[in-house]
């Protein structure tokens, strides 16, 4: 049975939490996390095509990326606080596309080992307003999300299949 991305965004909160298990080891999946050739390759819905405009994850880093489909480019940047391998990644992110700039989103991802070389990971994203929070709920980002992870299993297994051969 494939793993299940599961975003649970309570009534009334400014926060969601997006919690999913991978059929890989945690060093791994921190490696796809920051590592830009691995990032690339999964992030996003898959109707997308990305671009990397800049990506330093470490302490005080940033990030800026480009999602495009049809002529449209959407765009998305962040500040990197802190990058604790491979428990932790902590900073902000931010979407372009809106009327107005600031709705500064702040996430914490961590990393959990789990037995059998399997692992999972729980993001928290904390918004400005329970408005913000709705607005990113219903702008599609579960499937998005949902979307990338599935990508980021099959690049998960091929790497794994990888360094068990090598």
Do not use: C
Not at 18 to 31: G, W, Y
Not at 78 to 93: D, K, L, S, W
């Amino acid at each position: 049975m494939a793993n299940k991305t599961i975003v649970t965004a309570e009534p009334g909160k400014q926060e969601l939490f997006i919690t999913r298990e991978f059929d890989a080891p945690r060093d791994l999946v921190f490696k796809a996390h920051i590592d830009p050739e691995l990032y690339i390759q999964w992030v996003g819905p898959k109707d997308l095509t990305m671009k990397i405009q800049k990506f330093d994850m470490t302490d005080g880093g940033s990030y800026n990326y480009t999602h495009e489909r049809g002529g449209h480019t959407y765009a998305f940047f962040g500040v990197t606080h802190e990058v604790h391998a491979p428990e932790r990644i902590i900073g902000t992110f931010e979407f372009d596309g809106l009327p107005e700039r600031g709705h500064v989103i702040m996430g914490k991802t961590t990393f959990e080992e789990l037995p059998n070389g399997r692992s999972k990971i729980v993001h928290q994203s904390v918004f400005f307003s329970v408005s913000d929070r709705d607005g990113m709920v219903q702008s599609g980002m579960e499937r998005g999300v949902s979307e990338g992870y599935e990508k980021l299993d099959n690049l998960l297994e091929g790497l794994n299949t990888k360094a068990q051969a090598g």
